[in-house]
């Protein structure tokens, strides 16, 4: 069993920076890709960035050149900094980890964090 538990999230001006944490525990294979999705109010869950086998990165073009994902393998932490936020990055985030190595669609995901709540006021 996994256990996925994000922390960071908060309130923000248009234009701030935030990091967000995710601790992975129980049995993890390093290996496999891991990322961050997230939920705006009223809107379906969205793919964010992904870190997969060898360390490769991917983001959605909403967020490309402002947010850097990376994961410390370690401390079994994943991260998500972010800046020049805007208030369209309002929603609650989610960690996910992925049954396979290199991919991380929404539909390859084994297990979801609880979310972290981010707000970017304008």
């Known amino acids: 069993q996994v256990q996925l538990a994000e922390s960071g999230g908060g309130l923000v001006q248009t234009g701030g920076s935030l990091r967000l944490s995710c601790l992975a525990s129980?049995?993890?294979?390093?290996?496999?890709?891991m990322g961050w999705y997230r939920q705006a109010p009223g809107k379906q869950r969205e793919y964010v960035a992904a870190i997969i086998a060898g360390g490769s990165t991917n983001y959605a073009d909403s967020v490309k050149g402002r947010f850097t994902i990376s994961r410390d393998n370690a401390k079994n932490t994943l991260y998500l900094q972010m800046h020049s936020l805007k208030p369209e990055d309002t929603a609650v985030y989610y960690c996910?980890?992925?049954?396979?190595?290199?991919?991380?669609?929404?539909?390859?995901?084994?297990?979801w964090g609880q979310g972290t709540q981010v707000t970017v006021s304008s």
């Open positions: 129980g049995n993890i294979f390093n290996n496999r890709a």
């Open positions: 996910a980890l992925s049954r396979f190595v290199l991919t991380l669609r929404a539909s390859d995901i084994d297990y």
